[in-house]
């Protein structure tokens, strides 16, 4: 998930820094405001923590095991504004000093899933939750799909970043620079893993945490549960298993898990000459040879509508890609802005 | 006579919803040499954090040196600058007190957060490093250092601002008994100093030489006071207290 | 993609055992990155600010490059520093195989999935280039990133970025975050091994799960106890909002050159 150098060119990378600069700075504003002098102890903190928990190996439903970032989580805790600054930190120390995720991707990275997550998972959060109370299984599921939507929301951006590169940087004889897929295979290759794996281990991360900090300390809770009592929870986990049930099923492509989250094995698994082809399905999405039925009618599931992005009058289908994705992004941010300001955090 | 640094008038004081301090009445001389003895959760922490003016009571009337210590007054620079500098606390949990990322960078919080100047910063830092025999640990990071190491460092980091009162929260707690003596033969060499050094602490075996004078807690209260030797000889205070065990 | 080959070792391990490993292999890297970073060698005596900002071009320029040949001029110069700086092999070849093992089955379908002029088995030439770019550019940037990281200790590192115009309180955060990962990787392997040690046998998926939620449940209620105690701690020193640091020296000429020479160098590989 975490982007590595020469996947993006040096000029979307700049886009991304670029872009993600303006939430930084509001961030910090925001935050420090909230937070006074606590502010440095309180994010770094939680930024050291949520490295940490980016180490975990959780057990997933099927018998594998996921990583999950903590976005909904923070989230859920800090708010949109200090969560993302929280998970900026922890993802630009994995790119500099452990080699997880580029330094030129820094930006690109932190754009897609601590600001875009963030902000995603917690117009979720709210809009599930509601003014439910403190201790409800509702707020739990809320936690749950707020982890699940912002990691789903930053895999997108990330497969809409992939697949722009081929179309836009290629040399004379069309070879292309960067990651070579197309929109048609980057998204549904990146979507297939974070649907599935990576959104559960999400989803379990911020719906566990959350039913913990229910039953032990729903102080926590209440920074971004504004109008809901503080008492401690009744609810049981057995509603939160039927929330990732009815996930699964109402997810098309969950139905074909084929492995792990694309993009998120561990070496050993390519040891493995079962879990490889899992992987090479997962990667292909329409591989020649050995892609299963289920997953070609997938692919032209999600291949269908993609034509359709590109606005007939404009020339260059390349052009109206860009203009789409960043319509697409601009949407979310606007309507996670607007939201935000209302209960102005 | 002596003048009082701290004067408590019925102090109290509640953390989440727990009474910890329940009207304290205390009153500390300068350039004592003060031990808060009681059991682990008895007030000792808390009541050190409100003399640092880190909380602030419920309650009653806290003054430094006769006058009224309030959160107010620490909105303004000038005071919060001088009160920090004249009044250091050494927490316990090392984790707690070293949250910069090297030794270095630690002993210089102090000083730099006080705005003092820069370029004397640096030679100031390396003297403190050398008095604590901490000066080859300079680039380390807190988690490659060992307990002992830690303490020394913690205290170099509070001692750095010459402080005119020392407020040392278990010390001695939970190192081996070499760093133990290290940080007792330190705490008494300040002695001649003339400061005023308050330590809360549960070691009953170090008493004689850290203290001059002991106030027993207990549950938010204070349930006695005297010299090293009165107190240690009180076994119905200890037992009360929690300090010893009964037969 | 670093969790590295020590996986290989925990196949067909439990949670518990991998994110254990996980966790000791960054104290590892970390330990090991601290002592070749100390020791003496070529890149262990140029100023940190230099090698952030040489490491910055040659990644840059990695990035920037549209021919294989710069691609693998700046692989050689970074591997060259390297061996010059003592770096061990076994180190360079265990990312360059886990860059290889990760992005390669990345790179693989876009053998046959790049259209273009057929070479036979339905790879194509232009598929064959643009997985050839990839793997190229992700190992050159890699190691320059690596490189940088085992040869400068990780707080002067921090300090050079301050060079650089990234704010205080950036700076700040990075230093204090990085300080705290160490003490949370601790505590959440003490907690671990605890657990470790008490099961017999393995659990059943749901209580491991359970199990794993409530570490990352306990760790969070003990980073806001540890978190405002900090903030009281740094209060007690006279913080007071604004984080200050100490100012660096000047850099001297010769830093300039190495800077200098390597810029306009790249500036012109790249115009070329």
């Excluded at chain 2, 050494?90 to 949250?99: A, G, I, K, R, S």
């Excluded at chain 2, 460092?153 to 081996?176: G, R």
């Excluded at chain 3, 886990?98 to 992005?103: A, D």
Aim: charged share 15%; proline share 5%; with cysteine.
């Amino acid at each position: 998930m975490h982007i590595p150098d020469g996947y993006l060119s040096p000029s979307t990378c700049a886009i991304a820094y670029a872009s993600a600069a303006p939430f930084w700075y509001v961030a910090m504003q925001k935050v420090k405001r909230q937070l006074h002098t606590r502010f440095v102890p309180l994010i770094s903190v939680f930024s050291a923590f949520s490295f940490v928990i980016m180490m975990f190996n959780l057990p997933l439903p099927g018998g594998t095991t996921g990583h999950a970032t903590g976005v909904g989580l923070a989230a859920v805790v800090l708010g949109p504004w200090a969560g993302m600054l929280a998970i900026s930190v922890a993802l630009a120390i994995q790119a500099v000093f452990f080699g997880d995720g580029g330094i030129t991707a820094i930006g690109a990275n932190c754009f897609n899933i601590a600001i875009v997550g963030s902000l995603v998972a917690s117009l979720v959060y709210r809009l599930v939750a509601g003014t439910s109370a403190m201790g409800s299984s509702r707020r739990l599921l809320a936690a749950g799909l707020a982890g699940y939507a912002g990691i789903n929301a930053a895999a997108l951006i990330t497969a809409i970043e992939f697949g722009l590169q081929p179309m836009l940087f290629r040399d004379a004889a069309g070879t292309p620079l960067y990651a070579p897929y197309p929109l048609s295979i980057a998204i549904p290759a990146m979507m297939i893993g974070h649907l599935t794996f990576a959104g559960f281990a999400e989803f379990l991360v911020s719906a566990g945490v959350v039913s913990y900090l229910q039953r032990t300390d729903p102080t926590l809770l209440a920074r971004e549960a504004p109008g809901a009592e503080v008492s401690l929870a009744a609810a049981s986990l057995r509603k939160l298993w039927a929330g990732l049930a009815l996930l699964m099923i109402l997810t098309p492509l969950g139905l074909l898990a084929v492995g792990s989250a694309w993009g998120e094995w561990a070496p050993e698994d390519f040891a493995n000459p079962e879990t490889r082809r899992e992987i090479a399905s997962a990667s292909q999405g329409q591989a020649p040879a050995t892609a299963p039925a289920g997953l070609q009618r997938l692919s032209t599931i999600w291949t269908a509508p993609i034509p359709d992005y590109a606005p007939p009058i404009l020339k260059s289908a390349a052009f109206g890609y860009v203009l789409s994705a960043m319509a697409g992004t601009g949407l979310i941010i606007l309507f996670s802005l607007v939201a935000f300001r209302r209960r102005n955090v | 006579m002596a003048l009082n640094v701290f004067e408590l008038e019925q102090v109290s004081f509640a953390y989440r919803g727990v009474v910890a301090l329940d009207k304290v009445s205390l009153s500390i001389p300068a350039g004592q040499r003060l031990a808060l003895l009681g059991a682990n959760g008895c007030g000792k922490s808390t009541l050190l954090r409100i003399l640092d003016g880190l909380y602030f009571p419920d309650s009653g009337i806290v003054k430094y040196h006769g006058v009224p210590l309030t959160e107010h007054d620490f909105e303004h620079d000038a005071f919060a600058h001088s009160f920090r500098k004249r009044v250091g606390l050494v927490f316990q949990n090392p984790d707690v007190q070293l949250f910069c990322p090297t030794v270095f960078d630690e002993v210089a919080f102090g000083p730099l957060q006080l705005g003092w100047p820069k370029d004397r910063i640096k030679a100031m830092v390396a003297e403190a490093l050398e008095y604590f025999e901490i000066a080859e640990l300079k680039d380390r990071a807190p988690h490659r250092l060992s307990g002992g190491e830690k303490k020394r460092v913690a205290l170099a980091s509070v001692l750095i601002m010459d402080p005119e009162v020392i407020l040392l929260d278990e010390p001695t707690a939970a190192l081996d008994p070499r760093s133990q003596r290290q940080i007792v033969d330190l705490m008494k060499s300040w002695e001649d100093l003339g400061k005023t050094i308050i330590t809360a602490t549960h070691d009953l075996h170090l008493l004689d030489e850290i203290a001059g004078e002991c106030v027993v807690m207990d549950k938010g209260r204070i349930a006695g006071r005297g010299s090293p030797a009165e107190v240690l000889a009180d076994e119905r205070l200890l037992l009360g207290a929690n300090l010893i065990l009964g037969r | 993609m670093s969790e590295g080959l020590h996986h290989l070792v925990h196949r067909r391990k439990g949670f518990l055992d991998r994110t254990l490993a996980e966790l000791a292999h960054v104290l590892d890297r970390s330990f090991s990155a601290e002592l070749l970073s100390t020791s003496s060698g070529l890149l262990q005596g140029i100023d940190p600010r230099v090698k952030l900002a040489g490491a910055g071009i040659l990644i840059l320029t990695a990035a920037a490059s549209r021919s294989l040949w710069l691609l693998a001029a700046v692989f050689v110069v970074t591997v060259t520093l390297a061996f010059a700086s003592h770096l061990k092999v076994r180190e360079l070849l265990t990312l360059w195989i886990s860059v290889l093992l990760f992005s390669g089955v990345i790179a693989l379908p876009a053998l046959f999935l790049t259209p273009g002029q057929p070479l036979g088995w339905g790879v194509t030439k232009q598929g064959l280039q643009a997985a050839t770019f990839l793997l190229a550019r992700v190992l050159a940037t890699s190691t320059v990133g690596s490189v940088l990281v085992s040869t400068t200790p990780w707080n002067h590192l921090l300090r050079a970025m301050r060079a650089f115009r990234l704010p205080v309180v950036a700076v700040v955060l990075i230093g204090m975050t990085y300080r705290y990962i160490f003490l949370f990787i601790q505590t959440t392997m003490d907690m671990l091994e605890g657990r470790q040690s008490r099961l017999a046998g393995e659990l059943p998926a749901k209580e491991r799960r359970a199990m794993a939620l409530a570490t990352v449940g306990v760790l969070m209620s003990k980073a806001f106890e540890l978190s405002s105690d900090i903030h009281l701690a740094m209060q007690s020193r006279g913080y007071r909002g604004e984080v200050h640091a100490l100012d660096e020296s000047p850099l001297r000429v010769r830093d300039w050159a190495i800077l200098s020479i390597l810029a306009v160098g790249s500036g012109v590989a790249l115009w070329r």
